[in-house]
């Protein structure tokens, strides 16, 4: 079990639901340097860029997609992502990565400010 707590497969870390049994054992790990490890893992696959729905293999924020079901998809997601960044940064005595210096609270999943 520790073995597998140490190395999670991709799979373990990308799927919420595996990734949750895997936090829920993670103290077993006598290490906190191999804790935190999983723990950048899992930051790592949810601050890359992501959507339900894509132009030309770009993903599409809330912003930019007009039907409101989806457009509610995406800033619920964007929400639930926010907050499932939070703890890991804490835990690991992080702050927030800035992206782009058009926003402010360096969130990749933001919509970025205006131009000026």
């Given at each position: 079990?520790?073995?597998?707590?140490?190395?999670?497969?991709?799979?373990?870390?990308?799927?919420?639901?595996?990734?949750?049994?895997?936090?829920?054992?993670?103290?077993?790990?006598p290490d906190v340097t191999e804790q935190h490890a999983v723990l950048r893992r899992r930051l790592e696959f949810l601050e890359e860029p992501a959507s339900f729905f894509y132009a030309n293999e770009r993903p599409l924020r809330a912003e930019e997609v007009a039907d409101p079901y989806r457009r509610g998809m995406l800033l619920t997601t964007r929400a639930t992502s926010r907050a499932e960044r939070t703890w890991p940064r804490e835990a690991l005595g992080e702050k927030a990565p800035v992206f782009d210096t058009g926003r402010t609270d360096g969130d990749p999943h933001a919509p970025a400010a205006p131009a000026s």
């Open positions: 079990m520790l073995q597998r707590l140490r190395k999670p497969a991709d799979h373990e870390i990308t799927d919420f639901t595996r990734f949750y049994v895997v936090l829920a054992f993670l103290s077993h790990l």
